[in-house]
């Protein structure tokens, strides 16, 4: 059976537009089979954009900064970045093609295109030497529980000092098992939102 999460799907295509409103911004996406939450913004994906947003606001955001949106999908987080924070620079991945592809539609759809969007199975395309300030991810849970680790793991290597990661997940999705092994990676997470059974959880690295 197909998954979002496959490199290369071969489902029959099926487009359709999904509008999606935040932080006072309209957006419209196009959107096809074979990728994750086709029909809408996912309620996890909403809640992880209101919480990073209010965060990075909360705290000031640089001029500079580089950001992650890592298994971007169709392009909903690393596009509403983008347009939020217009100077940071963005970084789109997925390891499924059709929805890279979906990502740069979008960007161009949105007028405000993310520096960066390529396919990559988790960061292996991304150069060694490549470091972010903000990692942001509703990791593909379906993969499994290896992936969704390899996810926390190559995102801690790609990121620099004081860089924050942000997490959404369910309880009942591995959320617990999230936090555990945030926590043994960088020394520290804190939930920082929780509704509809959704977990926001932030990670810094060296912030212990």
Known sequence: M????????????????VDYRINGINFRFVTDTAVFSKSSVDKGTDLLLESVIADIKKRGAGRDESLLDLGCGWGVVGIVMKTVFTLFDVTCVDVNSRAVSLAK???KLNLRAPDTIMV??????VPADKMFDTVITNPPVRAGKKTVFAFYDQ??????E???IYVVLQRKQGADSTKKKLTELFGNCETIDIKGGYH??????GGN
């Not at 197909?2 to 537009?17: G, H, I, L, M, V």
């Open 2 to 17: 197909p998954q979002y999460f496959d490199a290369n799907p071969e489902t029959p295509s099926n487009r359709k537009f």
């Open 162 to 164: 004081g860089g924050a």
């Open 200 to 205: 926001v959880m932030k990670s810094v690295k």
């Open 120 to 125: 990559s199975d988790i960061l292996e395309a």
């Open 105 to 107: 539609e979008n960007a």
């Open 155 to 160: 995102s801690y290597a790609h990121m620099k």
